[in-house]
């Protein structure tokens, strides 16, 4: 397989890109913190989106590698910023299911020196699928640490609403295919309405993915949606272009 090969490769050399998204807090515009996102050119065929390497990376059995490169990026990135931003780093299933996240995770912030309560793991709901016994204490013993967990995609999955039960998040990250009916009318505006409302009752702290218009920005903070991400406030963009950019932003 010629992108498994290739792939491989930039994840041993430095053929792959950290970049990073801008969140803010809905009520004073100040930023909060930057997502993690992978990219990778491939030398060929140009940039490969993430969501076909990602996939064949776990399918080949390195989510923990990919895991590992990305942690390392966003910790070390993060741990130079002019400000005490939020870290946050999307990790596969498989990964968290390997049981090895934790050791990684302290191995990590002791080489960068990242502030544990700095970084954030983004997990989806397909973590929570599997052995969920062992996911669970690999969780605890995240939070034990003092790294929060975020489900992402919120609302996309089966039953986000029983793992949400079963496991005390610190953050829902609603999907930006509820954001984008917003200023539409429609059931989408009333569900993003009981997200909020759900995540105010539970204590959990809610950002909304994807927004991209002023409408979309205003509907979310009067309801109280507690942070914002979207390409209204900035693309994901590389560490180079990230560095003016926090230290531009009022
Ligand atoms: O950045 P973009 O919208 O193209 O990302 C597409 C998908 O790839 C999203 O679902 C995102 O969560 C996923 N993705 C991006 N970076 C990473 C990463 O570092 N690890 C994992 N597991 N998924 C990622
Ligand atoms: O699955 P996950 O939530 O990690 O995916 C994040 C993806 O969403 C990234 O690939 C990022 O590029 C993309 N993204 C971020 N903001 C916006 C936005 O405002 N609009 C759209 N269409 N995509 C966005
Ligand atoms: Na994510
Ligand atoms: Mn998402």
């Known amino acids: 397989h010629d992108m498994l090969d290739a792939l491989r490769e930039a994840l ?14 809905s ?11 992978l990219r990778w050119k491939h030398e060929k065929l140009g940039p490969v989106p993430p969501d076909v390497f990602v996939p064949l990376a776990e399918e080949a059995g390195l989510a923990g590698a990919l895991g590992a490169w990305v942690l390392r990026a966003g ?9 005490p931003l939020r870290v946050s780093v999307n990790l596969s299933a498989d990964h968290v299911a390997s049981g090895n ?18 970084l954030e793991l983004e997990i989806t709901e397909s973590v929570l699928m599997r052995d969920t016994a062992a996911v669970l204490a690999t969780l605890e013993s995240l939070r034990a640490m003092g790294v929060t967990i975020a489900m992402d995609d919120f609302g996309t999955g089966y039953s986000s609403l029983a793992y949400l039960h079963a496991f005390p998040f610190d953050r829902m990250k609603i999907d930006r295919s509820f954001v984008q009916p917003i ?5 989408g505006e009333t569900i993003v309405e009981a997200v ?8 959990i702290a809610t950002i909304a993915e994807g927004v991209e218009t002023e409408a979309q920005l205003r509907f979310l903070q009067e309801r109280g949606c507690n942070e914002i991400q979207g390409f209204l406030i900035a693309r994901p963009m590389p560490a180079a272009a990230l560095a003016p950019f926090l230290r531009d932003w009022p």
């Open 12 to 25: 041993a050399g430095d053929g792959l890109e950290a970049h990073f998204q801008p969140q803010i807090d």
């Open 27 to 37: 009520a004073n515009g100040r930023l909060v913190g930057c997502e993690t996102l």
């Open 75 to 83: 910790c070390r990135a993060a741990a130079a910023w002019p400000q």
């Open 101 to 118: 996240v934790p050791a990684l995770v302290a191995a990590v912030l002791e080489e960068t020196g990242l502030p544990a309560g700095r």
């Open 183 to 187: 200023g539409k009318g429609g059931s």
């Open 196 to 203: 909020l409302a759900l995540g105010r009752a539970l204590g």
